[in-house]
């Protein structure tokens, strides 16, 4: 508190959400689509959800807003993960700048606060959402060019999703409450982005005692019932205790 | 980007650091005293030390800055672990406001980036530090009251700082190159604030490939010489690609 230009100093503060959409195929991400025309040539381009943080709004609050605006969703876990104030984040390229000014927006610094959420967006709930005309989902994997300095946001984003599914019990919150583990797999593959050893992968969920497999087989399938497993939360919070294994 | 009020919002960003110091007896963190004088009383409290971000300064460099105006410490790593922007955290008790109006701070609403960072302040290297006459380094275990809303962010850097070491070979940089298993213990109970149990200690470690015994023994010691270990770097990489164990 040594500094002496207070009244110099005006920022804007902005929330952006990331909001991960996983439909067991691939990983998807909401994204709003911006149309307006510079120098003669129409853009429809693409943003993260966000908006300005009003005042006397909690941070998280104002995030919570701008998901329930777009999407209808409430309810829904946001999780903080960085905050960003490059002075020059929002003027990189021109059309960017012009954009700001038709909405009337403020062209000062705005530091943005960056949260993301992974939903299960399996196709018996997707159609229940009401998002927006502009706002839909987009495979992550196909996004090259986002507006702004969202693309490195969005790329955060992602690998705190992989860093989290590595290291808490993520994951099963987005699959039914009996799993197989060909299920299981293709969560972490899909996330993770990549393929992995069936066996492997075996040896290593049988290491974890908190997958636990149930009295209980696949019905009505053409191939080899496969067993179903749960995850018990008690036997997860029980054996992390006092744990300090750092090899995710 | 939907809210018209644009002009009626007007934020402060600042920075605050919360530097822990690990000295192997205990977990410290660097607190400013302030001093004043609010309604015929004399207040020496502590708060964490921290500063508004200027125009055109990233908000990384704020907190670096905040860190070498205070302790003379330059390349220390701070990391980014919350943004807290609750609408009263600075006016919940009198005497805080009072104390920002003395020293022309803004009344505003400001936003505040917690930042972290754990370095080694063994008594070698304490006496280095450029401390400020008003800042010094206090057991975390001692600390039970901080300005404004400064006692919670010390508790989530605190967790923020415990969930690390559990997920990531932050510890190895407190170390010397070659440490023997009872520092290594040693260094997880300081910072995490507990005992552990000795042969279980010892089995967790024998499950990590990166922890590796070397052909070497201390040296005119009273007890029996304990084997030195290494930290491989290369090995604890190599290991924890395409793991997806969340067991921590």
């Given amino acids: 508190m040594k500094d002496n230009n207070h009244n110099a100093l005006n920022f804007h503060v902005s929330v952006d959400c990331v909001i991960f959409g996983f439909d067991f195929g691939k990983l998807?991400?909401?994204?709003?689509?911006?149309?307006?025309?510079?120098g003669g040539i129409e853009y429809n381009d693409l943003k993260l959800p966000g908006d300005l943080v009003r005042k006397d709004e909690d941070l998280d609050t104002a995030a919570s807003r701008v998901l329930k605006e777009l999407t209808g969703l409430e309810n829904i876990y946001l999780k903080q993960f960085a905050a960003i104030g490059t002075?020059?984040?929002l003027n990189?390229?021109?059309?960017?700048?012009?954009?700001?000014?038709?909405?009337?927006?403020?062209?000062?610094?705005?530091v943005t606060v960056a949260y993301y959420s992974l939903i299960n967006i399996d196709q018996d709930k997707i159609d229940k959402f009401g998002l927006q005309a502009n706002t839909r989902w987009h495979p992550v994997a196909d996004i090259t060019e986002l507006a702004?300095?969202?693309?490195?946001?969005?790329?955060?984003?992602?690998?705190?999703?992989?860093?989290?599914?590595r290291s808490n019990p993520i994951g099963f919150e987005l699959l039914p409450a009996k799993?197989?583990?060909?299920?299981?797999?293709?969560?972490?593959?899909?996330?993770?982005?990549?393929n992995l050893d069936?066996?492997?992968?075996?040896?290593?969920?049988?290491?974890?005692?908190?997958v636990v497999p149930?009295?209980?087989?696949?019905?009505?399938?053409?191939?080899?019932p496969a067993r179903y497993f749960i995850f018990s939360k008690k036997v997860y919070e029980k054996t992390r205790k006092n744990s300090f294994d750092f090899s995710v």
Same sequence: chains 1, 2.
């Fill in 148 to 165: 702004f300095d969202h693309m490195e946001i969005l790329s955060d984003a992602l690998t705190t999703l992989r860093t989290e599914l």
């Fill in 28 to 38: 998807n991400v909401l994204l709003l689509e911006r149309n307006f025309n510079y």
């Fill in 92 to 110: 990189r390229i021109d059309r960017d700048m012009e954009w700001l000014r038709s909405i009337g927006h403020p062209e000062e610094v705005v």
């Fill in 214 to 224: 149930i009295n209980e087989k696949e019905k009505g399938v053409s191939h080899k």
């Fill in 179 to 194: 799993f197989t583990l060909s299920q299981l797999q293709k969560l972490y593959e899909v996330i993770l982005g990549t």
């Fill in 87 to 89: 002075p020059n984040r």
């Fill in 198 to 210: 069936k066996r492997n992968f075996r040896k290593k969920v049988s290491n974890m005692p908190y």
